[in-house]
Structure formats: structure tokens, C-alpha cells
């Protein structure tokens, strides 16, 4: 005697012939109008369509808990981003109010801005900073024949604080612009407060 599916429908079990055993549900028999499929049409041989049905809804929830975890965290380094960008301006403020010693002026920097493309360079500008030192960046070259604007980039660039407190890569410029990871920043912060405090003392 064959194994009837046992699939609920409208009123009780399916019960036509059974051509396999779910894998997921503790080997409940199905049929073939109960055989799950895959995205091509091809049948499983040991899944039922409502385990089927079962794992994407478990595959949606995981991307989604997994897409909030991680805007999460990039927001949570965006405020720690934040608050080293108000600290480093803190000190170049301290700097300032002390007269601004070991300032070199007239450092040419290259600021750049968005653009719906990508991130295109803006023409040269001279300003006012302390070099920091060598720190690692991401950013975009920018190709105007190109549909993505660009081609990411990644290496070591001369980083400056400039007078009013702002960060600036040499020689892209703002670093608005580039983008670094967390501990840079902070790397970044830690050699600009030794070298404040190597001109002033600390308050």
C-alpha cells in the first residue's frame, strides 16, 4: 500500500501517492503538487513546499536582521567617527587659541566633491594646516567615462588637520571625500594630540 501525502490542505491531508520524504519535518511524505522546487523548476527530492516556504521566510528574516545589524554598526561608527572629528577640532582649537604654533602655511590640498557620477577633483586651493602623517584611505578615481563614476582606491595618503579644525588628505583634499576605517581615526586623533601637545601643553 503506498504513503499518502501528508500535507494539510483545505480539509485534512492531501493524501495522493507519495514521491518523497521532507528532510525538514521529521520525514513527512508529499506528493509531487507538494514537491518543493527550486528557483529553475527542478524538484527537490526531500523538501515539501511548506518547509520550502519555511527556509525563505527564515532566509528573509536572517537579510533583514543581518542588513539592520549592520547599518547599525555603521552608524554607531559613524557617531565614533563624529566624536574623534570633534575632538581632533578641539585640539586645533587649542592650537589656535595658543597662537597656532607649528601651523605651515600655504599647504596646497586638492578638496574634491560628489558628484552624481562619483567624486570629481575641484581645482587646487592653498591653506593653512599641521601634517599628522601617513594614514591609510579609501576613495574614488574619478573616470568620467565611466557609468560608475569611478574605480574605488585604497593606500597610504599624508593626512593633515587644517586651521579650523577640519581633516585633509594630501592630495585629495577633504576627507569628506575618502573614507577610513574607525581605528584610523583614531590613529589619527592620537598623532595629532601628540603633536599639539608637543607645541602646547595640554590645558
Not at 483545505?10 to 493524501?15: L, Q
Not at 520525514?27 to 527542478?42: D, L, S, W
Not at 599624508?158 to 585629495?172: E, F, I, K, R, Y
Request: hydrophobic content about 35%; aromatic content about 6%.
Amino acid at each position: 500500500m503506498s504513503v499518502g501525502c501528508e500535507l494539510p490542505i483545505s480539509v485534512g491531508k492531501c493524501g495522493l501517492d507519495a514521491v518523497g520524504r521532507c528532510v525538514d519535518c521529521n520525514e513527512r511524505p508529499f506528493c509531487r503538487t507538494h514537491q518543493a522546487r527550486n528557483g529553475r523548476g527542478v524538484p527537490f527530492v526531500d523538501l515539501c513546499t511548506a518547509c520550502a516556504a519555511a527556509r525563505k521566510q527564515r532566509e528573509q528574516e536572517d537579510g533583514r536582521r543581518h542588513g539592520q545589524e549592520l547599518l547599525d554598526q555603521i552608524n554607531a561608527d559613524q557617531r565614533t567617527i563624529d566624536g574623534i572629528k570633534a575632538a581632533i577640532a578641539a585640539t586645533a582649537e587649542r592650537l589656535r587659541d595658543a597662537g597656532s604654533p607649528g601651523l605651515s602655511t600655504q599647504r596646497e590640498v586638492s578638496p574634491a566633491k560628489h558628484s552624481l557620477l562619483g567624486f570629481v577633483r575641484e581645482d587646487a586651493v592653498r591653506v593653512h594646516g599641521w601634517k599628522v602623517g601617513s594614514f591609510d584611505w579609501n576613495w574614488i578615481d574619478a573616470d568620467p567615462d565611466s557609468s560608475s563614476g569611478g574605480w574605488p582606491r585604497s593606500g597610504a595618503r599624508t593626512t593633515w588637520v587644517l586651521s579650523d579644525g577640519t581633516v585633509a588628505v594630501d592630495p585629495w583634499g577633504g576627507s569628506g571625500s575618502l573614507k577610513t576605517s574607525v581605528v584610523q581615526w583614531h590613529a589619527i586623533e592620537r598623532a595629532f594630540v601628540r603633536i599639539a601637545d608637543q607645541l602646547v601643553r595640554p590645558r
